[in-house]
């Protein structure tokens, strides 16, 4: 049951954000930029396991995150510079979120 919440809840999020970036990108991008997914993730993490530390776990790891997801934006600030396509900042940017998920990995093995 909470899983199937989790779905349709995340579910809905995106698509309305993916909706209204066609009318309004700008308050699109900030809505997705909002912790909108972390602060629906953390109530049904809490529901789901009943474990505060857990919980708490979750939300250092996603604070940790967060800067290091940026990586994902960095081809897309460079490609005039790099002369790059979407497709091309696009891999570029899943490349670099897989070079910050090990970063992300070492951090929080160190606290």
Known sequence: MI???????????????SWLSGRRPELAGFIIAMPVATLVALALSWFEHRDAQTTITFARSILLAVPISYLFFVPFFLSDRLNLGFWECYLAGITLLGVGYFIHRAVTALI
Do not use: E, G
Not at 3 to 17: C, D
């Open 3 to 17: 899983f199937t919440l989790n779905i349709v809840i995340s579910a809905s999020v995106i698509a309305f954000a």
